[in-house]
């Protein structure tokens, strides 16, 4: 008990809390941390499994991961659909699912041909064109088998469908427990622990990027915790008036929207459909149909899409870039990893320190517009002076801002909607529509280095126009959610 009350004072230290959030605050946050640890773990053997096909060969992946997220997303809808299954317990199923996945990719990685069954390790360190796997750094599509192609190729969809569909699920399971009040308070709080995955997770990956595939295994580990962690993320209500205090400052108006929150309906988006019984069949379908019928939601999904565009457009950059400037198979994997590591330490600190603040004062149409206005300038960067210094500032600047700012920003978003739109809608926008902007980047980059000759160092700068779509799509879309929020604490009252 006297460990609880210490714990409870630590947190309440760093934010502002109610004494009952703080179990679903920890275990939020916990359940990110693993999450992310296990992506950035083996992101680096991802994007170096990748290379090894041929730079060419990245669009075709991008539009790779569209099909099969278009058959996962309905499948995760109608697993928090099911009547039987609690919510709690479908984000277990979720999580415990990619554990046991990344096991079989471990299995399968491990049975695919390698190039280096010849060489030994002093070979290995003596040849800086050749990896851990023994291919040559941009070796291409045919000078591996088709085994080695479909490990290589399965395991980049899979991790980009680990990414999405996991950190997804976990947020609109987050974001129903959680209101736009105590999200405002409490997302800097959760993205820390994500934060903190990442720069343990490329830490680790740096330190043993020796290990190649064997850090699958570790990976599956941690997404098991992630699933144990998952099940304290529970909705608890305050047993008096005391507990409605925060530990760090009382605010009575956060008293009044608190005793009222259980028998207050959440105000849905405008327009969507009050939620039915349906068959099971049909909930595949509800999260596209719960987007279509509601504008919020559509201008929801335009910003997320233009945004994934302007991610991938950057991704094809980078990795083109590094690609061309580092030609060891290992180097690159350390140097993909010590990128992550420095970015999530700024990531973390502008977390602790500084999201909670934004996102209260300055609002959400201020938070999700941040990302927006760096990336324009980053395009404009990497153009200039494309080279791997470059990048990595372009990333550290991009990232940080949307962590710090635009991504919880953009979860409150979803605060001010029902719970049908929260479990089935959030899910089809945060992986279909994700994806959708994936394979437009792609195909647009296919395109751009056609016409450039293979010369892709200015390609950012024909993405600046949909860039600058995203702004004004990102101020108009903060504004309504703010209207609705306004709306959603006036019925409670």
């Known amino acids: 008990m006297a460990g609880r009350f210490r ?16 179990p679903a605050l920890l275990h939020s946050s ?9 992506y950035f773990v083996v992101l680096p053997l991802r994007d170096e499994g990748a290379i090894s096909l041929g730079l060419s060969k990245l669009p075709v992946l991008f539009v790779g991961s569209l099909f099969l997220t278009l058959i996962a997303a309905p499948v995760s809808t109608l697993i928090f ?8 317990k479908a984000l277990v199923i979720i999580h415990r699912f990619f554990s046991l996945s990344l096991v079989l ?10 190039e280096s069954i010849s060489k030994d390790a002093s070979d290995l360190t003596k040849d800086p064109n050749v990896g851990i796997d023994g291919a040559s750094p941009v070796s291409g599509w045919d000078s591996h088998g088709w085994f080695y192609i479909s490990v290589r190729v399965g395991f980049f969809l899979w991790v980009a469908l680990l990414n999405l569909v996991a950190i997804s699920s976990t947020w609109a399971r987050i974001i129903d427990v959680m209101d736009s009040e105590s999200g405002a308070r409490l997302f800097g709080f959760v993205g820390a622990g994500a934060t903190l995955g990442q720069l343990f997770g490329s830490v680790f990956a740096a330190a043993t990027a020796w290990m190649g595939p064997y850090l699958l295994l570790f990976a599956a580990l941690l997404m098991e915790f992630a699933a144990q962690s998952s099940k304290g993320i529970t909705k608890e209500t305050p047993q008096s008036s005391e507990e409605l205090s925060p530990l760090r400052r009382t605010d009575d ?45 559509l201008l929801v999904s335009l910003f997320l899409w233009l945004g994934a565009v302007i991610s991938s457009f950057f991704y094809f950059q980078k990795v083109n870039v590094i690609a061309t400037t580092i030609k060891s198979s290992i180097g690159r994997r350390r140097l993909f990893a010590q990128i992550n590591s420095f970015v999530a330490v700024f990531i973390l600190i502008g977390q602790l320190t500084l ?9 959400v149409t201020v938070a999700i517009s941040a990302s927006p206005l760096v990336a324009l300038g980053n395009l404009v960067a990497i153009a200039i002076w494309p080279t791997w210094v470059a990048v990595a500032v372009s990333e550290t600047l991009r990232k940080v801002t949307t962590y710090v700012v635009t991504r919880p920003g953009r979860e409150l978003l979803f605060t001010v909607v029902s719970q049908d739109e ?27 280095t056609i016409a450039l000759g293979g010369q892709t160092s200015t390609a950012s700068l024909y993405a600046l126009p949909v860039c600058l779509i995203w702004i004004v799509t990102a101020f108009f879309l903060g504004r309504r959610q703010e209207q609705l929020a306004k709306l959603q604490v006036g019925s409670s009252l």
Request: proline share 6%; with cysteine.
């Open 81 to 88: 659909s099911l009547p039987n299954l609690s919510k709690s």
């Open 253 to 297: 108006d956060h008293q009044s929207e608190r005793k009222q929150e259980a028998s207050s309906p959440k105000v849905a988006s405008p327009k969507s459909p009050i939620s039915t019984t349906r068959p099971q069949l049909w909930a595949i379908l509800d999260g596209m149909r719960l987007i279509l019928a509601s504008p919020y939601l």
């Open 7 to 22: 714990l409870d004072a630590v947190v309440s230290s760093i934010v502002t809390v109610h004494p009952h959030e703080i």
């Open 105 to 114: 990719c471990f299995l399968l990685w491990r049975a695919s041909p390698t």
């Open 30 to 38: 916990s359940c990110f941390f693993f999450i992310l640890s296990a």
């Open 355 to 363: 999201t909670g603040r934004i996102l209260t004062i300055a609002g």
């Open 422 to 448: 929260k479990y089935k809608a959030k899910v089809c926008i945060d992986v279909i529509v994700q994806r959708l902007g994936d394979a437009a980047a792609a195909g647009l980059f296919e395109v751009l």
